[in-house]
């Protein structure tokens, strides 16, 4: 069956480090690929998303590749700022209408 | 859009009592889907509607809960009788298959059974 493992949290990281969170997957087929974050009190919202292999999702400076070989898709951020502390999701679609999601990371950002 | 909508945004009540949770999909969405989540499980998959009609109940906890979309655009969760072991933040999420597979999440329904 499907599955998605990330890394454990909590990460903590001072204001300008720069992150990753690893994220890889097991899934049938050729599986769609997303990032959501939950920022505090709040729902999930779609962070990136990659449709196919070497695709690149990036939004609000967050970056993550889909590899393939790796069954990897790591979120990545050059510079983290205090308000980007959060719970990040990582997810998969592999053709069906639901989402596999992993277990979330805590990112603390401290300035 | 107003995004997926969910009432009440907090809810305390005490066992026994019946908790209705409402949602309102985006305009448009075919699919709806309810989850709990919970420090110790995380997020859980309850139940999920495809145009109105239920799909796949199997992560539905137990009898006590029910789920009904009487249309495109409401949908209840419904827990009678409640208990303790039911307080959780309740999110109610749309998508529309085919064209985006993104969920859209609304903010959520935190219950509290005392």
């Known amino acids: 069956g499907n599955s998605v493992t990330q890394m454990e949290g909590p990460v903590t990281l001072s204001e300008e480090a720069f992150l990753t969170i690893n994220c890889t997957y097991t899934a049938t087929g050729y599986p769609s690929l997303f990032w959501y974050v939950q920022y505090p009190g709040e729902g999930l919202q779609l962070l990136l998303k990659a449709t196919k292999a070497d695709d690149k999702g990036s939004n609000k400076g967050f970056e993550a590749t889909y590899r393939k070989e790796t069954t990897s898709f790591h979120l990545e951020k050059g510079s983290v700022q205090v308000s980007d502390s959060a719970v990040y999701f990582c997810a998969l679609n592999s053709g069906y209408s639901t989402l596999t999601f992993g277990k979330g990371t805590m990112l603390l950002v401290s300035p | 859009d107003a995004g997926v909508i969910q009432s009440p945004r907090h809810e305390v009540t005490e066992m026994g009592q019946e908790v209705t949770l409402r949602c309102k999909p985006i305009s448009g969405h075919d699919y709806l889907f309810w989850y709990r989540q919970t420090m110790m499980r995380g997020l859980e998959l309850l139940i999920y509607f495809n145009n109105n009609v239920p799909i796949d109940d199997s992560g539905m906890p137990e009898d006590r809960f029910s789920a009904k979309m009487p249309n495109a655009s409401f949908s209840t969760l419904k827990i009678q009788p409640s208990e303790p072991r039911d307080s959780a933040v309740y999110f109610c999420?749309?998508?529309?298959?085919?064209?985006?597979?993104?969920?859209?999440f609304g903010p959520g329904t935190r219950l509290l059974v005392l």
């Open positions: 999420a749309s998508s529309l298959v085919g064209v985006d597979e993104t969920q859209y």
